[in-house]
């Protein structure tokens, strides 16, 4: 097997002051093959804008050891960024320019040739169906326009691995649904993806592995459904039409030991902790012993990255507990 595009290994970055450092990566182990879609999963502050940061060259590391196409970050940053490109939480494009001076200009600014800039460019507008507004401002340009534009820059000289930092915050269902849609396709063509993002369904729908990022390690990593299986657990709801029925049948199911997953354990519709799914789904359901008219609906809610998060990932702001601040 070929190396990992990535691989990062006992990585650690401290920031801040000599009186107040910030020990913000504690130790990050990564890999990212070719072609594949890494996320990362983190609570705000946990290091994933830093780590992004770190890997493209853009802070300096402690400890450890990053290896990019075969270059290493310590002794050669400058290959390094020649084998990367990083797409920010905010577009970059210039808004005075038009969509195709803002590649041809970054074209440039990558090495190209004017003749291979213009070339470059017309292939990524029609690619990422920019065509139409190719010669309009970008300050008349939706967010998502935008944010394709700002993608489309990053790929004028196409990198070995593209960094994706919360790539659709802010965008419309709809323009989120482009931009998912284009990063399946850039990973399709080769690209090694690490995308970092606040949107579990995001990080869901994408990713072929997830790292969960918290206090500045990664604490678990495995494809979405691993991870679902191993933090989340299916959840058996039944719906009443009246409380008093539902609340019966909470009594009912507590004293055969089922564990209720509301805290606060009241309204029409109980849900119920399923590990066994449909088997326990099935048991539960011959539990009640009232009137079959009692109950509207019955579903199973298989485990999500929701509980993927709240069982690992929320972990609190470790840039503000290394200052001793409350997050």
Partial sequence: MSDPTLEVRDLHCELGSRSSRAHILRGVNLNIEAGSIVAVLGANGAGKTTLVNVLSTLLPFTKGSVRIDGHDLATDPAGIRQSIALTGQYAAVDPILTGRENLRYFGLLSGLTRAEAAERAAELLSQFG??????????????????????????????????????????????????????????????????????????????????????????DEGTPQELKGRYGTPLCTVTFREDADADTFRRTITAEGYELADEAQAGPAPRVIAPNGYRDMVHILSLWNGSEDAIIDAAMTPPSLDDVYMAVADSGDVAQKASGEKP
Avoid: C, N
């Fill in 130 to 219: 920019l065509e139409g507004a190719a010669d309009r401002r970008v300050s008349d340009y939706s967010g998502g326009m935008r944010r394709r534009l700002d993608i489309a820059v990053s790929l004028m000289v196409p990198p070995s691995l593209l960094f994706l930092d919360e790539p659709t915050t802010g965008l419309d269902p709809a323009s989120r649904a482009d931009v998912w849609a284009m990063i399946k396709d850039l990973s399709h063509s080769g690209t090694a993806i690490l995308l970092t993002t606040q949107y579990l369904e995001e990080a869901d729908a994408l990713a072929d592995r997830i790292a969960v990022l918290a206090e500045g390690v990664v604490i």
